[in-house]
């Protein structure tokens, strides 16, 4: 239908043709643009790309092209990438301006043309006639296509006072600092985030046979050592990548889904579940073996400290994306505070990386913590493992090497809790998001599962009503939650059950 309305439109006397030729082309170029990044958004991240809060990505995403091939080709990526733009917007501009010219020389068949277009898209249109059942004869897809663009960029200008009013909106705002979280008092509290720990690691058919029996060890390994778990699903705001948004939901009790609303969180002054434990008491610590640079955002949450890829003392190799081997982390965590003699109760988050997309080289994990040392143990694995250039050159490799990065983070994980944890911990951790579609598979949920692993029976006990099942491995019909309901459902099972009403 667009195609009718174009050459009417470019029936206009020669200089409004021009503009409008320029216009008409400048719009079909940013739509094949915008298509593109689709494309690529649904790849990766499973959802459109989004025109107006989108574009900070794109300097996270030239940091992993960085880190996974090399300076050489990030750069020569964003060549390719501005010529293609250029290339796009000066194609359809051009052919724009022909057709124009083309139009203005045979006015009588245009106007022909165009009326036959018209009535054959009403007439197809009304018959609802396809190619092959699926595909519609009269197409309208492109102005549907830019009027939800443009209705979806409004939609997130409008969003900003939305969220001010739910940032408002909080039942235990005012809650005095002593009853909060009384159930953990003494307690070292440790969030744990496994990056891409989807649903599709625990359920998906090509997947669940690796990882499951591994969550299923890990449980009875952790009953031998005094400890129980329960587990359930939590929907995550974000897919494929975004971590911060997921830490962001987790923290606030809000549902942070977009850069925007983040934005305005960590300018908030909002309760983060960090800020509630600092409040009654504990030291606060961030330990982010994926940040590499300062992150102002910290003092939002309330931590006392924040440990990064630059302060955790190490010395061997990248890990494609990661900094630093999860099994590296978790002993280092030890040193900079877990095992500290005389120390105060500890909350703790913590992202774990080494499952991080593109999923190569992966780390092995070594039996013998002691021989971790500085990292540079690591140095051969990093050599010899295999390269994100040539398991992403045969797709179908994907999904299982996935697989093995969540054997790996979990594996090194429940040997920490068993080898060094002791009667005061108690353990949440959890998935961020979901992996990319190529291996959490078409039509994945945005649902991850999260674990609570502690020998203090009364700590699972407070959970009973949440009606998560025992061990690491949720079922299929365990309660799912969003993942912004976590907070309040927390601070109501560890502090007086009458603080939310």
């Known amino acids: 239908m667009e195609g009718a309305f174009l050459i009417a439109l470019l029936l206009v006397p020669a200089r409004a043709r021009r503009v409008a030729g320029i216009v008409v082309g400048v719009l079909l170029g940013w739509l094949v643009i915008e298509k593109c990044l ?13 025109p107006v809060l989108d574009w900070v990505l794109f300097d996270d995403a030239y940091s992993f092209v960085v880190d996974s091939y090399g300076r050489v080709a990030a750069i020569g990526a964003v ?7 250029a290339g796009i917007m000066a194609l359809t501009t051009w052919a724009t301006l022909r057709i124009g010219r083309l ?40 102005a549907t296509y830019a009027w939800d663009r443009a209705h979806q960029a409004k939609a997130g200008f409008a969003d900003s006072a939305k969220f001010a009013e739910e940032v408002k909106n909080d039942a235990f705002a005012n ?43 890990g449980t009875r390994q952790l009953a031998a050592a005094g400890f129980g778990s329960e587990s359930g699903w939590l929907t995550s705001p974000t897919f494929g990548g975004g971590s911060w948004l997921a830490h962001s939901t987790f923290e606030s009790g809000l549902w942070i889904n977009n850069e925007q609303r983040y934005r305005n969180l960590v300018s908030s002054n909002r309760l983060t579940l960090t800020r509630a434990f600092k409040n009654a008491g504990a030291r606060t610590v961030s ?3 994926g940040a590499t640079r300062a992150w102002p955002e910290g003092k939002f949450y309330g931590y006392d400290a924040v440990w990064d890829s630059r302060n955790l003392g190490y010395q061997g190799p990248k890990f494609s994306w990661a900094p ?13 505070e877990y095992k500290k003699p005389g120390r105060e109760p500890l909350m703790v988050e913590m992202p774990l990386v080494s499952s991080h997309t593109p999923w ?53 994980l429940v040997n920490w809790v068993t ?69 309040d459902r927390f601070f109501t099972a560890f502090g007086p059950k009458a603080a939310a009403s």
């Open 38 to 50: 689709d494309m690529g958004f649904f790849s990766e991240l499973n959802r459109p790309f989004d």
């Open 79 to 85: 060549a390719a990438i501005l010529l293609l733009v």
């Open 103 to 142: 139009v203005s020389n045979r006015r009588r068949r245009s106007l022909y043309a165009a009326g036959g277009l018209a009535v054959a898209w009403a007439a197809t249109f009304a018959l609802g006639a396809s190619f092959t059942g699926t595909v519609p004869i009269a197409a309208r897809s492109t």
């Open 175 to 217: 809650v005095p600092a002593d009853q909060m979280l009384t159930a953990l008092k003494g307690k070292d509290v440790i969030f744990t985030f496994v990056e891409s720990y989807g649903r599709s690691a625990v359920e998906h058919p090509a997947l669940a046979p690796l990882v499951d029996p591994v969550l299923d060890a």
């Open 287 to 289: 330990v982010m073996p």
């Open 324 to 336: 630093m081997p999860d099994q590296y982390t978790l002993k280092q965590l030890n040193t900079i």
């Open 360 to 412: 190569a080289p992966i780390p092995t994990y070594l039996d013998d913590w002691d021989q971790i040392g500085d990292g540079s143990v690591y140095a051969s694995m990093a050599e010899n493992g295999k390269k994100p250039k040539a398991l992403w050159a045969n797709p179908r490799d994907v999904r299982p090497e996935y697989g093995k990065s969540i054997v790996y983070s979990v594996t090194s």
């Open 419 to 487: 080898r060094y944890g002791d009667d005061n911990l108690v353990l949440v951790f959890l998935g961020d998001h979901q992996p990319s579609p190529i291996a959490s598979g078409a039509g994945a949920s945005h649902d991850v599962p999260i674990s609570i692993v502690t020998k203090d029976r009364s700590v699972l006990e407070r959970i009973t009503d949440w009606q998560w099942v025992d061990g690491l491995r949720p079922q299929g019909d365990t309660p799912v939650w969003p993942m912004n309901a976590f907070r």
